[in-house]
């Protein structure tokens, strides 16, 4: 006999297996029916699409012009050499979001993935293939690797590598493997609860619990838009609709400006998510953002223009003092 609820059970037992360093089992349950495969879908999608990896994005290849040519010396062409990179996969030390190494080899060697492990660097898989040098053979690149999700194409990358550099397709995603099943359950002898069993298997950049919790956290900060909508409508409740008013044309987020491709990922890495935070700061603090050059500042000066901040515009110290706060809030 079914009983009156007021609310959906809720789960109480999670169950984490470590296979190994890059096979793991996450199970949860007992969910409702229909539940768990509500939750379950799109934490495998966030998992295959949102874990962060890294990936080589462009390489600069002495004595190489394309990736059609070839080098004296190496047996395999530079398209051959460049799919060899491809499927390297690295870690980058302390935290970084880029790193730009440099390497020179010398035949007659084979050179594997783990030759390129140094201080900046750390390579998954060291036992990867990636040239043949004879004995007149000399190889000397440099790699650009960056941090990033999903899949970005050579194309989009264009701009963001040096001019003489080969842009390279970047997989980004450390995910092989995530798989769900749905199993029944019973609680109260009642068979229709559910239990989640995921299997989750990356490719060492990252750990299948890390990236497990990745998602979780992504799912969260996508929900909580409208979290942020529900406090707007209970702050206009209690009075507080004339400042929610005031900020609104200030908390645009930066991905909403169309901004070029270098402009935005200058200041995405400099953690900057909304147009207030460029409105707060001076023309020497917009100068100082890591990698943002004259092209990409005058681009960003325009977009504030066309918001209504231009170079006349001046804020009051208690709408200044109001919007720190607030985006110190969504920031949290």
Same mark, same amino acid.
């Given at each position: ?14 169950? #984490? ?9 996450? #199970? ?20 295959? &699409? ?11 290849? +002495?004595?190489?012009?394309? $990736?059609?040519?070839? #080098?004296?010396?190496?047996? $395999?062409?530079?398209?051959?050499? #460049? ?27 084979? @050179? ?20 043949? /040098? ?13 941090? &990033? ?36 359950? /019973? ?29 979780? $956290? ?6 909580? @838009? ?5 406090? /707007? ?58 990698? /943002? ?12 223009? $066309?918001?209504?901040? &231009?170079?006349?515009? +001046? ?18």
């Amino acid at each position: 006999m079914r009983k009156i609820k007021t609310a959906p059970f809720l789960p109480s037992e999670v169950e #984490i297996n470590e296979i190994s360093d890059t096979r793991a089992q996450v #199970i949860a349950y007992p969910f409702e029916s229909g539940y768990a495969v509500t939750l379950a879908h799109p934490l495998r999608r966030l998992l295959l &699409g949102s874990s962060i990896g890294y990936a080589p994005i462009s390489v600069k290849i +002495e004595g190489a012009a394309h $990736e059609f040519d070839s #080098i004296r010396g190496m047996h $395999e062409d530079i398209a051959v050499f #460049i799919i060899h990179l491809k499927n390297i996969r690295f870690k980058i030390k302390e935290g970084l979001d880029r790193a730009v190494v440099s390497y020179s080899f010398k035949g007659p060697r084979e @050179v594997v993935a783990g030759d390129l492990n140094n201080d900046q660097v750390e390579v998954v898989n060291p036992d990867q293939p990636l040239a043949t /040098l004879n004995e007149d053979g000399e190889l000397t690149f440099t790699l650009e690797i960056a941090k &990033g999700i999903g899949y970005v194409p050579s194309e989009d990358l264009q701009e963001e590598v040096d001019g003489d550099a080969i842009a390279l397709d970047a997989f980004f995603t450390p995910v092989r493997k995530a798989n769900y099943a749905i199993e029944n359950v /019973l609680v109260e002898d009642n068979p229709d609860y559910e239990k989640i069993v995921f299997e989750i298997e990356t490719d060492g950049q990252i750990s299948p619990v890390a990236a497990f919790a990745n998602a979780l $956290e992504t799912m969260h900060k996508q929900m909580s @838009v409208f979290g942020e909508v529900m406090n /707007l409508d209970l702050e206009r409740s209690s009075g507080n609709s004339a400042e929610n008013s005031e900020l609104k044309p200030f908390l645009v987020p930066v991905d909403a400006l169309g901004l070029g491709a270098r402009s935005f990922n200058s200041l995405d890495r400099a953690g900057i998510k909304y147009l207030g935070e460029l409105v707060l700061m001076s023309e020497n603090e917009l100068k100082e953002i890591k990698n /943002l050059g004259k092209k990409s500042l005058d681009e960003i000066q325009e977009v504030l223009a $066309e918001h209504g901040f &231009g170079p006349d515009y +001046e804020m009051d110290e208690e709408t200044r003092a109001a919007l720190t706060k607030k985006i110190a809030q969504l920031k949290e």
